[in-house]
C-alpha cells in the first residue's frame, strides 16, 4: 500500500472494523499477553450525551500483528464472518509499533465535551432505502456545511468526536452508508447506489447552497462517485486516504475477493467488542477513541430479526455492516477521469504514515488536476480522524475556508 503500490495490486484502505483474527501459536520471542484482562460493557445506547465504554485494557499497539494470540482463544480460531480466507490488507502486518505507555486510554476533556455535544439522528429514503445520519448544527440553511462519509464496514459516529470540533462555523452531518450503520440494507450495492445515497443526503440534510463531501478510504471512492454525479450541486470534495490511480494500475478491491458471508454473531456484547479491530491493520495511540467508536458498531441480534439476509437462527451481537455487501461490486477504472473533470473543488489528504502513502501517487493526482490540493497529515496512519483528529478537523476547516473565501461555497 506504501511505495509498492506501484509494482503491486492495490490492497484494500479500507476502513472497516474486522470481527476475527486467525488465531496462531504464540511466538515465544514475543511478549505474552494471554493473561491480560479486556474490559468492555454494554452501552446504553443515547444520542446526547454519547454512550459511554470504559477504557480498553488491551495494548492497543498488539493490533500490528495479523495473526495474534486472543486472551483465552483457542489455537485454532475461526475464520473471517464474511470471506472463507482474509484478504490482503488483513494479513499485511502494520507499517509501525506503538509502545505501551504511549497509548492514551483515558478520556481527554475535549472528547469528552465533544461527544457531549448534541447531535440528531435524522433518516431519509433514497431509491426505495432508509438511510440513517447524524446532523450537528444549527438550522440556518444559508450556513456552509459538511458531509462526512466513513469507510468500509465502518458508520456515522467515527465522526461524532470530530464534527463539534467544526460547528462553530459549520453545520456537520455525518451519514450511515447503505447497509452500514443504522441505514437499511440491500438485495444489491453498486457504486451509483452508494453515491446517490450520500448525495441526497447532502443536498436534503441543511448543509448550505452548496455541501462539501469528504470522505475516508472506501468513503473516499463513494464521494468520488458523487462528485461525478452531484459535483455542480456541490460545493467540493476532499478524499482522505484515498487516491487516484491511473488507468493502467487501477485495481478492483472487492473482485477478486473470497465471498463475504453474514457477519458472525457473538454470545455477549464483552464478547464482540473484544473482537473489534481496524483495517488495514495499524495501532492507535488514541486508545480511548478505539473503545469508543468499537462499542458503537455492535447491534443486538435476537432470533428471527431479519436486517435483509434472512431472518437470524441465533441471538447474540454482532457488527453493524451487511457483510455480503461488497460481493461483486465493481469500482471502475475511470476515477483519473472523474476527478480531472469534476465540476466541483477538490482536495486529497494522506496520512503521512498511512499504508496508502505513496509519494508518486500523489505527484500524479497533482499532475493530474494542478488546482486540486493534495497534502499529508504528519503523524497520521490509515484512520487520521482517529490518528490525529485535531489535525484532520483543522485540515477540513482551512479547505472550507478557503473555498467559502473563493465563493464555491455560496
Known sequence: ???????????????????????????????????LPIRARPLAFKMTPAPFCPPLTVPLYLL???AMSLPNAPESAPE????????????????????????????????????AAPVESRYLTVDGTRLHYLRWGNDDATRPGILFVHGNGAHAWWFSFIAPLLTNRYNIAAIDLVGMGDSEWRAHYDREIFARGVGEVALAAGLGPRPVVVGHSFGGFVTLITGKL???KLGGIMLCDFSV?????????????????????????????ARFRLAPLQPCSNGFIIDYIAGLSLREVK????????PSTEAGWTWKFDGPAFNGLRMGDDHHVIWR?????????????????NPARLDYMRKLSPEKPVFTIAGAQHHIMLDQPHAFAASVATMMAQWEAEGSLS
Not at 464474511?82 to 509501525?96: M, N, Q, S
Not at 473470497?258 to 456484547?269: A, G, M, N, S, V
Open 230 to 232: 452531484y459535483g455542480e
Open 1 to 35: 500500500m506504501r511505495a509498492s503500490l506501484a509494482c503491486q495490486p492495490r490492497n484494500r484502505a479500507i476502513s472497516l472494523l474486522f470481527p476475527a483474527f486467525q488465531v496462531q501459536k504464540p511466538d515465544p520471542a514475543k511478549p505474552d499477553f494471554s493473561t
Open 303 to 310: 432470533i428471527g430479526d431479519n436486517p435483509g439476509r434472512g
Open 64 to 66: 500490528n500483528e495479523c
Open 80 to 115: 473471517a464472518p464474511f470471506a472463507e480466507a482474509k484478504p490482503g490488507y488483513l494479513k499485511e502486518p502494520a507499517v509501525r509499533t506503538i509502545p505501551d505507555e504511549d497509548v492514551i486510554r483515558h478520556r481527554p476533556q475535549w472528547f469528552r465535551e465533544a461527544i
Open 245 to 273: 490511480q491511473p488507468p493502467e494500475d487501477a485495481h478492483e478491491w472487492f473482485l477478486g475477493d473470497p465471498k463475504r458471508r453474514p457477519t458472525r454473531i457473538y454470545p455477549d456484547f464483552e464478547t464482540a467488542k
Open 341 to 357: 473533470d469534476l465540476t466541483c473543488r477538490g482536495a486529497t489528504m494522506f496520512g503521512e504514515q498511512s499504508k496508502d502513502y
